[in-house]
């Protein structure tokens, strides 16, 4: 989840000297693509453009989340039935949390499983969030504003050393955090699309350390997954972090803040702090993420050249953003 991220960012900016982004989004509007026609006409351009930038990001995303792009290339097909081969949407194993994702077959570590959807896309700017989604998302994002939503992810920013859609489309060197939403009553499921469905395998029962360090032993247990920023932007995977045998569910972590949040109402400065011994559980998270980008980025780089070169022309068919 995207809170366990400011966590994460903030102790790997340290490390890196980069500029971590924050994940607590200020309130904000929630565009869909005939809002956007209407109001395009306004002189309000920076957030017209940017706007418009996510829209063709969205457009892009709804003709690449397809059997028919996974099926584009020889390598994507490969890769694409392998997924598909690998996982299966089942109730999970955890009491009253709906659906999981579970392996079909021993899945060794370092191998993607599925793509993250991306329904909506969004930015933080001038202290107000925006989010663009297509007209079939708009009932859903009316009622479930991505700015409280719980499978909201920060696709690319300055840390992830990845050119972000709106650094691609925009002429100045826009340097924002660029997020992603899903809808999750979208029909039908795609089949490789589906790391939605991936629970955390604990949770936080006390606003303490001692409750912190109790989840982070838990979730890093039972953690055999992550989600990565992978080939063109907004695109995300899961890629496995050890091995997963055949029947096992895959779980990844959400973080304490998600947990503190969703099940004790605890937000922000209310939860606890981060104590050395929390710090160094979160450490782990962060080099599993890096591990996981580096690993996936030198036993995949066929597959992201492929899908950046299709991407690529889904991108060009789409259009270019107005002036």
């Known amino acids: 989840m995207a809170l366990l991220l400011l966590a994460i960012l903030l102790l790997l900016s340290a490390e890196y000297n980069l500029a971590y982004v924050p994940f607590s989004l200020s309130s904000g509007r929630q565009w869909s693509s005939s809002q956007l026609a209407s109001d395009a006409t306004d002189n309000n351009n920076n957030h017209n453009v940017i706007a418009d930038c996510l829209l063709r990001?969205?457009?892009?995303?709804?003709?690449?989340?397809?059997?028919?792009?996974?099926?584009?290339?020889?390598?994507?097909?490969?890769m694409y039935s392998q997924m598909i081969k690998n996982v299966e949407i089942k109730q999970s194993s955890i009491p009253d949390a709906g659906l999981g994702l579970f392996a079909k077959k021993n899945i060794k570590a370092g191998t993607i499983v599925s793509f993250y959807p991306a329904h909506a896309l969004g930015v933080d700017n001038d202290d107000q969030c925006l989010f663009v989604q297509a007209p079939q998302d708009a009932d859903y994002f009316r009622d479930h504003p991505s700015s409280d939503s719980c499978y909201l992810h920060c696709t690319d920013q300055p840390l992830f050393r990845r050119t972000s859609l709106l650094q691609q489309q925009l002429a100045n060197d826009n340097d924002m955090p660029l997020y992603l939403d899903v809808?999750?009553?979208?029909?039908?499921?795609?089949?490789?699309?589906?790391?939605?469905?991936?629970n955390d395998g604990a949770v936080?029962?006390?606003n303490s350390e001692e409750g912190v360090l109790d989840y982070y032993e838990a979730t890093g247990r039972a953690k055999n997954c992550i989600h990565i920023p992978w080939g063109p932007s907004p695109v995300m995977?899961?890629?496995?972090?050890?091995?997963?045998?055949?029947?096992?569910?895959?779980?990844?972590?959400?973080?304490?803040?998600?947990?503190?949040?969703?099940?004790?109402?605890?937000h922000g400065t209310q939860g606890v702090g981060i104590t050395p011994p929390i710090q160094a559980k979160i450490q782990e998270t962060a080099r599993d993420?890096?591990?996981s980008m580096q690993a996936v980025s030198v036993t995949y780089d066929q597959q992201a050249q492929a899908m950046q070169q299709e991407f690529d022309k889904v991108a060009d068919a789409v259009g270019a953003v107005r002036e």
Do not use: C
């Open 57 to 78: 990001g969205v457009n892009i995303m709804d003709a690449v989340m397809t059997s028919e792009f996974m099926h584009s290339s020889p390598s994507l097909k490969t």
């Open 183 to 198: 809808n999750p009553h979208r029909k039908p499921i795609v089949d490789g699309w589906v790391s939605q469905f991936i």
């Open 204 to 206: 936080v029962q006390s």
């Open 237 to 266: 995977a899961t890629v496995t972090t050890r091995k997963v045998k055949k029947g096992q569910e895959l779980f990844t972590s959400y973080g304490s803040t998600y947990w503190l949040g969703v099940l004790l109402g605890i």
């Open 289 to 291: 993420l890096l591990a």
